[in-house]
Structures are given as structure tokens and as C-alpha cells.
């Protein structure tokens, strides 16, 4: 017997999927003697790291989480009172535990194929229900970013929707008691637009200013004061100006709401609603507008349609308006919801009811005017007439107060005035507000009070009617409720997702434990910065890994998407170009293959998109680029590239392309959607980029959930580091800061831990071994699927990426299309890869290095009997219309159903290869009809009528 005393698992080990045994049978179907013999045919030698990557040595799973919990309890988790948009609150035990720790809802990907994606969309159906209910509005969408996302997407919204009479207005005032924050993220969004931003006293606006556009309005406002501002918002639309507000989604519940005020759009966030705070994220942001404007929102919105049986069924509607569709006449670069936490937060609104969240509200606001009380009889001046549950107080010496407060573990607001804010929260006790009023001197409260909301601002409407709200208060159904939703959807529980350039890699547990701590989650964004020294250190050492694996000097963590980290790429390299004085430089090179972000994110920076051409190779034309930068060199300002390309080859002339743009006065960003196929093996600043943004939710490991949360730092070289975003409330950036791209300093903070972990547990080695196998598995799938499906381009050397195109546009002349393809791959239970992106008719194929030898292979044997199903229709043994593909999904009750008049047997449709057997998956719905959809838009609830046809649909 063999034994080792000093054995060490190797988390690298358990991340990484095929085996060594495995391996060796791969690179005999690939024709490669070893995996680095297969490299060297894939990565162009010139753009080869020379040194592997200087990373700290790999730390197993125990050690790590022993180590990290050391750095996270250096976090002081004092009682927030900050308020600003961000409040503590109580995350019910029955959705922490079966939705934020539940791999069956954060590994789920974006619900574009519906017929497997109902029990998300039935969860965002209520939370866009929840936020039309509250904030009075017609339509909601699936959620945004963050609260200062939001609001500078209704200012975009706003813009593109001028009034005629309006037609050449700029200007966009913002009340100056908006959180400052979303100020930023607004001086940001509004300046490459071309629009005039105005922060000032609401009450010195003149609505007659013929520049004038819009009106911004926060509700209750930065210091707490609430109004009615129906008669102003009546003034407004008399002179053709609309008004958005950001409202409080708890405090709607017992305040009138902006719908019956007659506000146009109505955002904010939807973090108080049992999502921690996370030092600032993430957190899903709400949109609310009229029905008007329902062609011009941005981000998602989940809509009702019926399947091909005529059951109810949902589905994203109206996704014409999608930026990868739109490219740059997209209404916005948003690729991206909230949809984990906006899910958890409609799943607040279920469990608790109407009546529940009013009594949380209610129970808020009395503290708060027990809080009022107990300051007023102490002779404190509180500025607030009427609130719900903020006050701003008057104090003689805040530096006495600030240090007596924090003795007692206590944060507040400091304003620059001698004023001090005290926001309170679903967490407060009356111990609490009694601890507060000591802190200024004051007796303990009295509890009877009496409402500090005018009779003309409390709301009489009703909210949340809908039975969904009303049935499931008790735990069990509760619990029941979301388990019956989470077996509706397929995610990375059941089987792989190939999404091409999407990457659906192990989410670890283990690099998913501490995103729910305490000494995470409970902390303030802006909270002061000796109390977040663990988030301190790790930021300070995420970043410097990523500098390390991208070859560039300056990074910034503060991009909460990958769109968002386009966006700030772009505006960085903006702002270096006017800082050198060359304000002209504004066109951006963009392949045709690209992103469809990448054109939306560069108009949205105030760039003239010039599209470079493809060769017939797929690859970037270069004798095209070599022109157009010659062409248009006095006023280029950069190249955008995806490297590997989008169609999935590393381009050996990425260098000579970085050289010609950079020969030209352009700068070169390259969106880091493929880093999965370079870390540890080249980087962006290796091939001539001058900034990247990373997808953490792609190759660092961050979970997609079901659409979001996501992260898109962005990582600069030298000439950009000075122009870092900076932050309005806590310094960040560089010493030339460009203004906030988002609300929080470092975005979604609490959900870097997670790449955190990843890099921490798998070492330089681990994450380059990585790379190399997800390029082995693409190569395996490629080398399978050859002979049976077209393989659209390959590198010099006959090898793909770490991901591929099969062509399937052939399939036509039968009759079949892509769509087919993917639907019928439901049942054999599997996800459908990249549908028609970035070429139309096309599937993009990206396994990653997750994956076994044997889920590849059944994933494989899926693709090939389809290709078998296609030929018998090709060759009329199938009927071109009445055939397995045109029906697929098939759904439970179908297979079941007493009638069967198919020209195909039932276990065709639903047992076509044996292993299927094994552990069936059952799409809910058969397809989705999407057309019906679109002309019957429906974006809540279902009426209860449909919705108890839909509960008494078998699954």
C-alpha cells in the first residue's frame, strides 16, 4: 500500500473536467500527440506569453475558505443607518436557501429558449407584476443594473422620445436632492449624448424653458423629504416636458404612487426588498414607464404567449429591441439583467403580500416617527416635514456626534452641512431607535405615534391583487411555490450549456459560500473605509491578478456588466483622446462579426460606428481595416475586437491590426467575451489592446443566473490608467477620473469573492491548464461533429478556438431551420447552443473545460441523431412539415396525451437515444408561439382565469 502523508487535493482538479485517462482519448480523436502539441496549433506563436502567469500558489478548498473568511471578518459589520438607496433588511430563509444558495437558479442561463426557462419567467412575470403594481405604471421590465443605471436609461429613453414641439430640446434637469450616486452615473450617460444636464432646486425650475426635455425627480428624495408632485408633473406635460422618478419600492406601499401622480417613467432599486446590501450590489434595478414608451425600454421584458397546444405560456417579448439585433440603432448597449436578485425580490413580494410588505413599510415609518419625536422633545430641528423613513437632523458638532455613534457600532449620513441623515429599515428595532437617541442626547421613545404622511400622500390604491401575492404565506407553500418554478428550467443541474461566447463553466461551491456571510453582505458601499478593510484586501489583490493575466497595469472593478464595462472602456479611451486635446477623434472600427453591443456601447459613447468587413474565412478583412483606418486616420479614435473572434479563431493578424490602429492615433479595445481561451496562454495586452473588459460571469466563474448578476471591470495599460472611473461619494479611479459608469464604487462587490475564489484556489498553473482544455473539449466536439455538420471556420491550422460554428443553413431546402434544431435538442434534455450569432442559421458551440469526456459525448450523440431525424426528412422518409423537429419540445402531457395521430412513435419524440432515460427532463410548454406574443402584449400576471388553467397544466 502507497500512502502520501503530504497529499493536497487540487481544487484545479475537480474544476476542470476530463481526466488524464480521459485526455489521452480526446487527443487521439483530435489527431493531437499532447494538449500542448494541440495549443501550438491553435494560438499563433507570436502572441504567446513567454513566462507563465505570476500568480500566488493555488490554495485548496478548506485552506481557502479558512484564509478568505480571515480577510472577510476584517469587514466591521456596524448598524447601517446610511440610507442613499441601500438599506439592511431580512432575506427570508425559504428564498436564501432555495434561491440565492440554489445552483438550480443561479446557474440557469438567460430564458431565451422559453419552452425550457418557465419557472424564471413566471418569477420575473410577478416581479415586473410587483413593480407595474407599486409604482402605478403600465409596463415594467425584467430589471437593470442598478438604481443609477436606470435612471440613465429613462434619460435616454426620454431623449429619443422628444415631443415634436420638443424636437431640438437638450436639457435634462435633475432635482439636486437625488441620490449623488445616480447624479454621477447622469453626468456620465449625458455628456456623448450631446444632453445638458441641470442639478438644481426643483423649486427654481421654470417648465417653460423651451430646452427643457425632462424632469428628474427622486421620491422620498436624498434627504428623506417626501411630496406630491402631481400639480408640478401636471405643468410639466402642459409644456411638452416629461418627468421620470425614482422612487422607493417599500415606501410606494403606503405612499401614493408616481403613476397616480402622472409621472412618465418610475425607477429604482429593488435591493431593500431581501437582497443584502453586498458593499453595493448586485442588486436588480426597476423600469417602469407607459405603455407608449414600450418600444423604446431597454433591457427585458417578460411577456405572455400561448404554445403550440394554445396553453399559456411566457416568453421574452418583443426582442426585435435587443441591442445584438439592433447593433447601433440599439436604444441601449443593455445585454443584461438582474434577473438572480430581481427574482428574489419579486419572491419577497410573494411571500410577504400586499399586506405584509404594508406592515413592514408601516412598522418603518412608526419607528422613524418615534425616532422624530424623541429628537423633537430634545430640542433637535429635523428638516424633514413630512417622511417616510429618513430624517435629516440639524447638529451642533457632528465630529462629537459621529465618534459617540460609532462607539455603538452605528453608521450615519454626514452631510457637508452640519446636518446628519438617519435612514431606517425593515432591520430596525425600537431598541435601535432608542440606542439612536441616546447617541444625540435624547430620552427613549415614546411607542404610540401617529403617521408623519400627509392624508394626500398616503396611498389609497390597491397593489398586488393578484392571487399569486395572496397564496403562498405559509412556509411550505412557499417552499413548494419555488420548487414547482425551479423544476420548470433547465440549467447547469441537469446538463451542459454550450453557449458559444457565453461560457458556462462550474460555478464551485465553494467559490459560491461566502457571497452569502455576513461580513459581505451587511456591508454599506459607503460605509467608512475602516470598517471594509477585508473588501479592501480583496479587491486590492483581484485586481492585481488581473492585472497579471491581462498584461496591463490599471484596472477598475466598478462595471456591474460586460456592456457596462464596454461602455467604460470606451469612455476612458474618450477621455485620454480629449485630455491629449483631441476632442475629434470620435469613430470606432467595429468588425462585422463583433458583439452586437460593441456598436450599441460606442454610439452610446458619442463614437460614429464604421464597420470593418469579414473575409470569406470569417476572419477581420484586413486589407478593409488597413483602408479605413488610412481613411478616416485624423479622426479615429479606436478599434473594438473580440479576440479570439466571435466566429471563434485566433487571428494571426491581431498584431499587425493593434499596429495599423495604433499607427493611425487609435487606440484598440478588446472586448474579453473569449478570455476563456487565453488566460495563461496570451492576453490583451500581448496581442496590442490598450484596454479590455472581462466578463467575470464567463471566464472567472461568476455565476449567469439566469441572466444576471454579471461584472465587467475593465483593465487599462498605462496611457489609461489616469482616467479610471471615479465615484462621487468614495474615491476611486484615477487622478483624470472619468464620472461613474455605476451606482456602486465597485459595483457588485460582494460577488467578486466568487473570481476571488476561482483564481485563489486554482493558481497560474490551474487557470492556464484550464484554457488549454476548454480549447481540447471545442477541438473534441469539432472533430466529432465533422462528417455530420458543416464546421463554419477554422484557424491556419484546421483548429477552432474554444468554441465553433456549426453551419446548419443547408437544412433549409428540407424545410428545417435552426430554431428546429434547438428545440429539439430540449428533448434530449440539453440547452440549445448560441442560436444564428454571430452568422444567421448557425449554432456556436463553446463547451468549456467543465466538461467530462462523457457529457461531451452525450452531448454529441444528441446532435448527431438529429442530424439523422434531419435526413430522414431530406430524403422524404419524414413528412417536411409533420415530423419530430417541427414539434419539438415535446412536453409530458403531449407524450401522455389519450391521442396520438404523429407519424413518429412517442418514445421517438421522447426517448430518442437510451441515456435520456436515465434522468428525463420535461419541458413545460411546447414551443413558444412568439409572434402571437408580440401582438397581444401581455408583461404581468395572467388574469386568474388563465392562471388557473396554467396551475392545472401538467407539467
Given at each position: 500500500?502507497?500512502?502520501?502523508?503530504?497529499?493536497?487535493?487540487?481544487?484545479?482538479?475537480?474544476?476542470?473536467?476530463?481526466?488524464?485517462?480521459?485526455?489521452?482519448?480526446?487527443?487521439?480523436?483530435?489527431?493531437?500527440?499532447?494538449?500542448?502539441?494541440?495549443?501550438?496549433?491553435?494560438?499563433?506563436?507570436?502572441?504567446?506569453?513567454?513566462?507563465?502567469?505570476?500568480?500566488?500558489?493555488?490554495?485548496?478548498?478548506?485552506?481557502?475558505?479558512?484564509?478568505?473568511?480571515?480577510?472577510?471578518?476584517?469587514?466591521?459589520?456596524?448598524?447601517?443607518?446610511?440610507?442613499?438607496?441601500?438599506?439592511?433588511?431580512?432575506?427570508?430563509?425559504?428564498?436564501?436557501?432555495?434561491?440565492?444558495?440554489?445552483?438550480?437558479?443561479?446557474?440557469?442561463?438567460?430564458?431565451?429558449?422559453?419552452?425550457?426557462?418557465?419557472?424564471?419567467?413566471?418569477?420575473?412575470?410577478?416581479?415586473?407584476?410587483?413593480?407595474?403594481?407599486?409604482?402605478?405604471?403600465?409596463?415594467?421590465?425584467?430589471?437593470?443594473?442598478?438604481?443609477?443605471?436606470?435612471?440613465?436609461?429613462?434619460?435616454?429613453?426620454?431623449?429619443?422620445?422628444?415631443?415634436?414641439?420638443?424636437?431640438?430640446?437638450?436639457?435634462?434637469?435633475?432635482?439636486?436632492?437625488?441620490?449623488?450616486?445616480?447624479?454621477?452615473?447622469?453626468?456620465?450617460?449625458?455628456?456623448?449624448?450631446?444632453?445638458?444636464?441641470?442639478?438644481?432646486?426643483?423649486?427654481?425650475?421654470?417648465?417653460?424653458?423651451?430646452?427643457?426635455?425632462?424632469?428628474?425627480?427622486?421620491?422620498?428624495?436624498?434627504?428623506?423629504?417626501?411630496?406630491?408632485?402631481?400639480?408640478?408633473?401636471?405643468?410639466?406635460?402642459?409644456?411638452?416636458?416629461?418627468?421620470?422618478?425614482?422612487?422607493?419600492?417599500?415606501?410606494?406601499?403606503?405612499?401614493?404612487?408616481?403613476?397616480?401622480?402622472?409621472?412618465?417613467?418610475?425607477?429604482?432599486?429593488?435591493?431593500?426588498?431581501?437582497?443584502?446590501?453586498?458593499?453595493?450590489?448586485?442588486?436588480?434595478?426597476?423600469?417602469?414607464?407607459?405603455?407608449?414608451?414600450?418600444?423604446?425600454?431597454?433591457?427585458?421584458?417578460?411577456?405572455?404567449?400561448?404554445?403550440?397546444?394554445?396553453?399559456?405560456?411566457?416568453?421574452?417579448?418583443?426582442?426585435?429591441?435587443?441591442?445584438?439585433?439592433?447593433?447601433?440603432?440599439?436604444?441601449?448597449?443593455?445585454?443584461?439583467?438582474?434577473?438572480?436578485?430581481?427574482?428574489?425580490?419579486?419572491?419577497?413580494?410573494?411571500?410577504?403580500?400586499?399586506?405584509?410588505?404594508?406592515?413592514?413599510?408601516?412598522?418603518?415609518?412608526?419607528?422613524?416617527?418615534?425616532?422624530?419625536?424623541?429628537?423633537?422633545?430634545?430640542?433637535?430641528?429635523?428638516?424633514?416635514?413630512?417622511?417616510?423613513?429618513?430624517?435629516?437632523?440639524?447638529?451642533?458638532?457632528?465630529?462629537?456626534?459621529?465618534?459617540?455613534?460609532?462607539?455603538?457600532?452605528?453608521?450615519?449620513?454626514?452631510?457637508?452641512?452640519?446636518?446628519?441623515?438617519?435612514?431606517?429599515?425593515?432591520?430596525?428595532?425600537?431598541?435601535?431607535?432608542?440606542?439612536?437617541?441616546?447617541?444625540?442626547?435624547?430620552?427613549?421613545?415614546?411607542?404610540?405615534?401617529?403617521?408623519?404622511?400627509?392624508?394626500?400622500?398616503?396611498?389609497?390604491?390597491?397593489?398586488?391583487?393578484?392571487?399569486?401575492?395572496?397564496?403562498?404565506?405559509?412556509?411550505?407553500?412557499?417552499?413548494?411555490?419555488?420548487?414547482?418554478?425551479?423544476?420548470?428550467?433547465?440549467?447547469?443541474?441537469?446538463?451542459?450549456?454550450?453557449?458559444?461566447?457565453?461560457?458556462?463553466?462550474?460555478?464551485?461551491?465553494?467559490?459560491?459560500?461566502?457571497?452569502?456571510?455576513?461580513?459581505?453582505?451587511?456591508?454599506?458601499?459607503?460605509?467608512?473605509?475602516?470598517?471594509?478593510?477585508?473588501?479592501?484586501?480583496?479587491?486590492?489583490?483581484?485586481?492585481?491578478?488581473?492585472?497579471?493575466?491581462?498584461?496591463?497595469?490599471?484596472?477598475?472593478?466598478?462595471?456591474?456588466?460586460?456592456?457596462?464595462?464596454?461602455?467604460?472602456?470606451?469612455?476612458?479611451?474618450?477621455?485620454?483622446?480629449?485630455?491629449?486635446?483631441?476632442?475629434?477623434?470620435?469613430?470606432?472600427?467595429?468588425?462585422?462579426?463583433?458583439?452586437?453591443?460593441?456598436?450599441?456601447?460606442?454610439?452610446?459613447?458619442?463614437?460614429?460606428?464604421?464597420?470593418?468587413?469579414?473575409?470569406?474565412?470569417?476572419?477581420?478583412?484586413?486589407?478593409?481595416?488597413?483602408?479605413?483606418?488610412?481613411?478616416?486616420?485624423?479622426?479615429?479614435?479606436?478599434?473594438?475586437?473580440?479576440?479570439?473572434?466571435?466566429?471563434?479563431?485566433?487571428?494571426?493578424?491581431?498584431?499587425?491590426?493593434?499596429?495599423?490602429?495604433?499607427?493611425?492615433?487609435?487606440?484598440?479595445?478588446?472586448?474579453?467575451?473569449?478570455?476563456?481561451?487565453?488566460?495563461?496562454?496570451?492576453?490583451?495586452?500581448?496581442?496590442?489592446?490598450?484596454?479590455?473588459?472581462?466578463?467575470?460571469?464567463?471566464?472567472?466563474?461568476?455565476?449567469?443566473?439566469?441572466?444576471?448578476?454579471?461584472?465587467?471591470?475593465?483593465?487599462?495599460?498605462d496611457k489609461l490608467k489616469p482616467f479610471l472611473p471615479g465615484h462621487a461619494v468614495v474615491k476611486t479611479g484615477g487622478e483624470h477620473a472619468i464620472n461613474a459608469v455605476s451606482a456602486a464604487p465597485w459595483g457588485s462587490a460582494s460577488i467578486l469573492a466568487i473570481s476571488y475564489a476561482y483564481i485563489a484556489m486554482m493558481g497560474g498553473e490551474g487557470?492556464?491548464?484550464?484554457?488549454?482544455?476548454?480549447?481540447?473539449?471545442?477541438?473534441?466536439?469539432?472533430?466529432?461533429?465533422?462528417?455530420?455538420?458543416?464546421?463554419?471556420?477554422?484557424?491556419?491550422?484546421?483548429?477552432?478556438?474554444?468554441?465553433?460554428?456549426?453551419?446548419?443553413?443547408?437544412?433549409?431546402?428540407?424545410?428545417?431551420?435552426?430554431?428546429?434544431?434547438?428545440?429539439?435538442?430540449?428533448?434530449?434534455?440539453?440547452?440549445?447552443?448560441?442560436?444564428?450569432?454571430?452568422?444567421?442559421?448557425?449554432?456556436?458551440?463553446?463547451?468549456?473545460?467543465?466538461?467530462?469526456?462523457?457529457?461531451?459525448?452525450?452531448?454529441?450523440?444528441?446532435?448527431?441523431?438529429?442530424?439523422?431525424?434531419?435526413?430522414?426528412?431530406?430524403?422524404?422518409?419524414?413528412?417536411?412539415?409533420?415530423?419530430?423537429?417541427?414539434?419539438?419540445?415535446?412536453?409530458?402531457?403531449?407524450?401522455?396525451?389519450?391521442?396520438?395521430?404523429?407519424?413518429?412513435?412517442?418514445?421517438?419524440?421522447?426517448?430518442?437515444?437510451?441515456?435520456?432515460?436515465?434522468?428525463?427532463?420535461?419541458?413545460?410548454?411546447?414551443?413558444?408561439?412568439?409572434?402571437?406574443?408580440?401582438?397581444?402584449?401581455v408583461c404581468s400576471c395572467l388574469p386568474l382565469e388563465l392562471y388557473e388553467k396554467t396551475e392545472s397544466v401538467p407539467a
Amino acid at each position: 500500500m502507497t500512502i502520501n502523508p503530504l497529499y493536497s487535493e487540487k481544487f484545479e482538479n475537480r474544476h476542470n473536467g476530463p481526466d488524464a485517462a480521459q485526455i489521452a482519448e480526446m487527443l487521439k480523436t483530435v489527431k493531437a500527440s499532447s494538449v500542448d502539441e494541440l495549443i501550438d496549433q491553435t494560438v499563433p506563436a507570436n502572441i504567446r506569453l513567454k513566462k507563465p502567469l505570476n500568480l500566488p500558489a493555488a490554495q485548496t478548498e478548506q485552506a481557502f475558505l479558512k484564509t478568505f473568511k480571515a480577510l472577510a471578518s476584517k469587514n466591521k459589520v456596524y448598524k447601517s443607518f446610511i440610507g442613499m438607496g441601500y438599506y439592511n433588511n431580512y432575506t427570508p430563509g425559504v428564498i436564501l436557501r432555495n434561491i440565492l444558495e440554489n445552483p438550480g437558479w443561479y446557474t440557469a442561463y438567460t430564458p431565451y429558449q422559453a419552452e425550457i426557462a418557465q419557472g424564471r419567467l413566471e418569477a420575473l412575470i410577478n416581479y415586473q407584476t410587483m413593480v407595474i403594481d407599486l409604482t402605478g405604471m403600465e409596463i415594467a421590465n425584467a430589471s437593470l443594473l442598478d438604481e443609477g443605471t436606470a435612471a440613465a436609461e429613462a434619460m435616454h429613453l426620454l431623449h429619443a422620445s422628444l415631443k415634436p414641439a420638443k424636437k431640438n430640446a437638450s436639457k435634462f434637469f435633475v432635482d439636486k436632492n437625488t441620490f449623488p450616486q445616480t447624479i454621477d452615473v447622469l453626468r456620465t450617460r449625458s455628456t456623448p449624448l450631446g444632453i445638458t444636464l441641470v442639478v438644481d432646486d426643483l423649486a427654481k425650475l421654470d417648465v417653460t424653458d423651451p430646452d427643457l426635455f425632462a424632469v428628474f425627480i427622486q421620491y422620498p428624495d436624498s434627504n428623506g423629504a417626501i411630496a406630491d408632485h402631481a400639480a408640478f408633473i401636471q405643468a410639466a406635460h402642459e409644456n411638452n416636458v416629461f418627468v421620470a422618478m425614482a422612487a422607493d419600492l417599500l415606501a410606494l406601499t403606503v405612499l401614493k404612487s408616481p403613476g397616480e401622480m402622472g409621472a412618465d417613467v418610475v425607477i429604482g432599486s429593488s435591493q431593500r426588498l431581501g437582497v443584502p446590501m453586498g458593499f453595493g450590489g448586485p442588486h436588480a434595478a426597476y423600469f417602469a414607464t407607459k405603455e407608449e414608451f414600450k418600444r423604446q425600454m431597454p433591457g427585458r421584458i417578460i411577456g405572455a404567449s400561448i404554445d403550440a397546444q394554445e396553453k399559456p405560456a411566457y416568453r421574452m417579448a418583443l426582442q426585435t429591441r435587443e441591442q445584438h439585433i439592433r447593433r447601433e440603432k440599439a436604444t441601449s448597449n443593455i445585454c443584461t439583467a438582474q434577473v438572480l436578485l430581481a427574482v428574489m425580490a419579486g419572491m419577497y413580494g410573494v411571500y410577504h403580500g400586499p399586506e405584509g410588505l404594508k406592515k413592514i413599510a408601516g412598522r418603518v415609518h412608526g419607528l422613524g416617527v418615534m425616532l422624530n419625536d424623541g429628537l423633537k422633545a430634545k430640542g433637535l430641528k429635523q428638516v424633514n416635514e413630512h417622511f417616510f423613513d429618513t430624517l435629516k437632523v440639524e447638529v451642533s458638532d457632528k465630529a462629537s456626534l459621529k465618534r459617540e455613534a460609532e462607539k455603538r457600532e452605528i453608521n450615519l449620513r454626514y452631510f457637508e452641512s452640519n446636518h446628519v441623515g438617519i435612514s431606517l429599515d425593515e432591520t430596525t428595532t425600537p431598541e435601535d431607535v432608542n440606542i439612536l437617541l441616546d447617541v444625540f442626547g435624547a430620552k427613549a421613545g415614546q411607542p404610540k405615534v401617529v403617521a408623519a404622511i400627509p392624508s394626500s400622500l398616503q396611498r389609497t390604491s390597491s397593489f398586488m391583487t393578484h392571487p399569486v401575492f395572496n397564496s403562498y404565506h405559509a412556509e411550505h407553500e412557499m417552499l413548494r411555490y419555488i420548487k414547482k418554478l425551479e423544476n420548470k428550467d433547465l440549467s447547469m443541474v441537469h446538463s451542459m450549456i454550450s453557449l458559444g461566447s457565453c461560457t458556462m463553466k462550474l460555478n464551485a461551491t465553494t467559490e459560491m459560500i461566502p457571497v452569502t456571510w455576513p461580513e459581505l453582505g451587511g456591508i454599506h458601499p459607503f460605509a467608512p473605509a475602516d470598517q471594509a478593510t477585508g473588501y479592501a484586501g480583496m479587491t486590492k489583490n483581484l485586481e492585481a491578478w488581473l492585472a497579471e493575466i491581462t498584461g496591463f497595469t490599471g484596472v477598475s472593478l466598478q462595471p456591474n456588466s460586460g456592456a457596462q464595462g464596454e461602455y467604460a472602456g470606451l469612455m476612458v479611451i474618450r477621455a485620454y483622446h480629449q485630455h491629449r486635446g483631441d476632442h475629434h477623434r470620435n469613430i470606432s472600427l467595429i468588425p462585422a462579426s463583433a458583439h452586437g453591443t460593441n456598436p450599441a456601447s460606442a454610439v452610446m459613447a458619442g463614437m460614429e460606428v464604421v464597420i470593418v468587413k469579414s473575409d470569406a474565412e470569417g476572419k477581420i478583412d484586413v486589407a478593409d481595416l488597413k483602408a479605413k483606418a488610412e481613411q478616416h486616420k485624423e479622426k479615429l479614435s479606436c478599434l473594438m475586437v473580440t479576440y479570439p473572434s466571435t466566429h471563434g479563431v485566433f487571428e494571426e493578424a491581431i498584431t499587425e491590426i493593434c499596429e495599423t490602429i495604433h499607427a493611425n492615433g487609435g487606440l484598440v479595445y478588446m472586448d474579453g467575451a473569449n478570455m476563456n481561451a487565453q488566460v495563461g496562454l496570451t492576453s490583451p495586452a500581448n496581442i496590442g489592446a490598450d484596454v479590455c473588459h472581462l466578463n467575470l460571469h464567463k471566464t472567472f466563474c461568476i455565476p449567469h443566473g439566469g441572466g444576471g448578476p454579471g461584472m465587467g471591470p475593465i483593465c487599462v495599460n498605462d496611457k489609461l490608467k489616469p482616467f479610471l472611473p471615479g465615484h462621487a461619494v468614495v474615491k476611486t479611479g484615477g487622478e483624470h477620473a472619468i464620472n461613474a459608469v455605476s451606482a456602486a464604487p465597485w459595483g457588485s462587490a460582494s460577488i467578486l469573492a466568487i473570481s476571488y475564489a476561482y483564481i485563489a484556489m486554482m493558481g497560474g498553473e490551474g487557470l492556464t491548464n484550464a484554457t488549454k482544455l476548454a480549447i481540447l473539449n471545442a477541438n473534441y466536439i469539432k472533430e466529432r461533429l465533422e462528417g455530420h455538420y458543416k464546421i463554419l471556420y477554422t484557424g491556419t491550422n484546421g483548429r477552432c478556438a474554444h468554441e465553433m460554428i456549426v453551419d446548419c443553413r443547408d437544412f433549409k431546402k428540407a424545410g428545417i431551420e435552426v430554431e428546429d434544431i434547438a428545440k429539439r435538442l430540449m428533448d434530449y434534455g440539453f440547452h440549445a447552443p448560441t442560436v444564428s450569432f454571430p452568422v444567421a442559421g448557425t449554432l456556436m458551440i463553446e463547451p468549456t473545460e467543465s466538461e467530462t469526456k462523457e457529457e461531451l459525448d452525450r452531448f454529441c450523440d444528441a446532435l448527431i441523431e438529429i442530424r439523422n431525424e434531419i435526413r430522414e426528412v431530406e430524403e422524404g422518409k419524414a413528412d417536411k412539415e409533420n415530423n419530430v423537429l417541427k414539434h419539438a419540445p415535446h412536453t409530458a402531457s403531449v407524450i401522455t396525451a389519450d391521442a396520438w395521430e404523429r407519424p413518429y412513435s412517442r418514445q421517438k419524440a421522447a426517448y430518442p437515444l437510451p441515456y435520456v432515460r436515465d434522468a428525463k427532463f420535461w419541458p413545460s410548454v411546447s414551443r413558444v408561439d412568439n409572434a402571437y406574443g408580440d401582438r397581444n402584449l401581455v408583461c404581468s400576471c395572467l388574469p386568474l382565469e388563465l392562471y388557473e388553467k396554467t396551475e392545472s397544466v401538467p407539467a
